[in-house]
């Protein structure tokens, strides 16, 4: 089962020509998970065909306008196109009231139902299949960082195990994968008689905007992508800390101890027209590095098979379909 990762806005706090605002699309099985909501989000939304009605939360890091100002529009549109799923949507405190009042001064009447939870550090979300995390930012206001992290999943199926015990193909082994009970000739036969050990999950972590800071890399520990914000390079480090962000290095840093296997930076500054030397300065503490740009796609592996990150562009895609 594919999880992709793609990137809808990967400017800051400014948007330049190729980098709308930050927004950062997780698919899963049916599900988004979008992470942020700047600007635009909805426009950019439509290009990668995500689409506005299906099951949807929306994880916002902290309030400043470049991650929230997608929001209002998004909001309306999927109640134009007659969304009637619930949509979650996760932030900070003050989500609530921001969200609330402009509805309230916008006259919008949602035809859909929206529950907003404000977060604090800790478990915020427990799927079946997958929990989300979030950890305080250290940045001008109160903000959160978020890791996505798959449960493992059941282990490989041994089909002559189950031939052994006499289960009939079919939904009885469908079942078992599953990791299910099930009953044959009023035998009760555990998922484990037939399955290998539990096979890990996939984990993605989002910094959000933050400076760098200790317990970080424990944070993001093993993560099979880390999504990085790098505002700035590391030549204009003391903009950085005057503006409590972080530098390609700094991020490259925190990947390298957290021993995440692919680094992403975003968020960057309007100031830099190249990311290569963004690029470049991270790559002297990470070895797998990418500075994506906008309607970019990370395919994120399992980490127990030997299959590859695809990165591909969903660029292409569009323009060759446009009129
Ligand atoms: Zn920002």
Not at 11 to 40: H, M, N, Q, Y
Not at 206 to 215: A, E, N, R, V
Not at 249 to 258: L, M, N, Q, R, Y
């Amino acid at each position: 089962m594919s999880l992709k990762v793609i990137f809808l806005g990967t400017s800051s706090a400014i948007p330049v020509l190729r980098r709308s605002f930050p927004a950062i699309a997780v698919l899963r099985k049916d599900e988004v998970i979008l992470l942020d909501c700047g600007e635009g989000t909805q426009r950019q939304m439509t290009i990668a065909k995500i689409g506005f009605c299906r099951k949807m939360k929306i994880l916002i890091t902290h309030l400043h306008g470049d991650h929230v100002g997608g929001l209002p529009g998004l909001l309306q549109t999927m109640s134009m196109l007659k969304r009637k799923r619930v949509l979650q949507i996760y932030g900070p405190k003050g989500i609530v009231g921001f969200i609330k009042n402009f509805l309230k001064y916008l006259k919008v009447e949602l035809g859909y139902e929206i529950e907003i939870n404000e977060v604090k550090e800790g478990l915020i979300i427990r799927e079946r299949e997958y929990e989300i995390y979030a950890k305080r930012t250290v940045h001008s206001m109160r903000g959160y960082s978020f890791l996505i992290k798959e449960l493992p999943r059941p282990g490989r199926f041994h089909v002559e195990k189950a031939k052994e015990l006499g289960i009939p193909e079919g939904p009885l082994w469908h079942a078992l994968q599953e990791g299910k009970k099930v009953t044959v000739k009023g035998r009760i036969i555990e998922p484990q008689m037939v399955l290998g050990p539990p096979r890990p999950g996939r984990i993605i972590g989002f910094s959000g905007d933050t400076m760098p800071y200790k317990s970080l890399s424990s944070f993001f520990k093993n993560a099979d992508l880390l999504v990085f914000e790098a505002t700035y390079s590391e030549k204009d480090m003391e903009k950085a800390r005057e503006n409590m962000h972080s530098t390609s290095v700094d991020a490259a840093k925190i990947a390298s101890e957290a021993n995440v296997k692919m680094l992403a930076l975003v968020h960057l500054s309007a100031r830099y027209n190249d990311s290569t030397a963004i690029r470049l300065e991270a790559l002297k503490y990470h070895g797998n590095v990418i500075v994506p740009e906008d309607l970019d796609v990370i395919e994120v592996p399992y980490p127990d098979t030997n299959e590859e990150f695809k990165v591909y562009s969903l660029k292409s895609l569009s323009e060759a379909e446009a009129p």
